[in-house]
């Protein structure tokens, strides 16, 4: 059973060619659902495939938004090929995709999704990827400090940007960064953040994170009370 295929891409910032490592999805079995609605599957992580790197530019996006970007957002990336460069550390993208390479695949498509001008939350959504794959392998000290990086993105998204935080909405939103700060030991916004997720009015129409929100916010509560 082949789990990868290898897909013959062309990079639009500087039109070379080479083939990206695609994951068949469908043949993967969905082993655990994390309460940050991270998704474990077996035998290998999807995750490492989600954001395509030009081994010879460093441009870096999510697989679906590779090949689609033009215009301002284009040139905005052409300026910036030097600082991408210089992150990529000199990794081999043409090499088989690994831990270390996969961590920096989320690095360079922060970069370059704020490049490209994309909003905090995309930008975040990069960091939260590389918290996940450290959470794969067990590494809870790095996980710790990507999920930092999100935070430091999201909050500014929620803070300052009126973006619909995709299918989460604004209350799935909430949720998330709850979940977040419980995870790097903050109770107390933690709860706070559950609150305002469990207070919010969209809240009915996600049913997913309602039950999420609410369990999670009754377990903070008992927690800071046994303290
Ligand atoms: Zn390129």
Request: include cysteine; aromatic fraction near 10%.
């Amino acid at each position: 059973m082949d789990l990868i295929w290898l897909k013959e891409t062309v990079c639009p910032a500087c039109g070379g060619k080479f083939q990206s490592e695609n994951v068949r999805q469908n043949k993967l079995a969905q082993v655990q659902v994390d309460e940050d609605f991270h998704t474990h599957y077996e035998p290998l992580s999807p995750l490492y495939y989600s954001v395509v790197v030009c081994p010879d530019c460093f441009f870096a996006e999510r697989r679906q938004n590779f090949e689609e970007i033009k215009g301002k957002p284009l040139l905005a990336v052409k300026s910036g090929t030097g600082a991408l460069r210089q992150m990529s550390g000199g990794f081999n993208f043409r090499l088989i995709l690994t831990f270390e390479l996969a961590l920096k695949s989320f690095e360079l498509g922060a970069l370059t999704t704020q490049l490209k001008g994309d909003t905090s939350d995309v930008i975040g959504g990069m960091y939260l990827r590389a918290a996940w794959v450290c959470r794969e392998v067990g590494d809870e000290k790095l996980e710790n400090l990507y999920l930092r990086k999100t935070l430091e993105y999201y909050e500014k998204a929620y803070m300052n940007e009126a973006t619909e935080f995709g299918q989460l909405g604004t209350c799935g939103f909430q949720y998330m960064l709850g979940e977040i700060y419980r995870r790097i030991g903050n109770m107390e916004k933690a709860l706070e953040l559950y609150m305002r997720a469990c207070a919010n009015k969209e809240l009915r129409q996600k049913p997913q994170v309602e039950r999420l929100a609410r369990d999670q916010l009754a377990a903070a509560k008992a927690m800071v009370k046994a303290q």
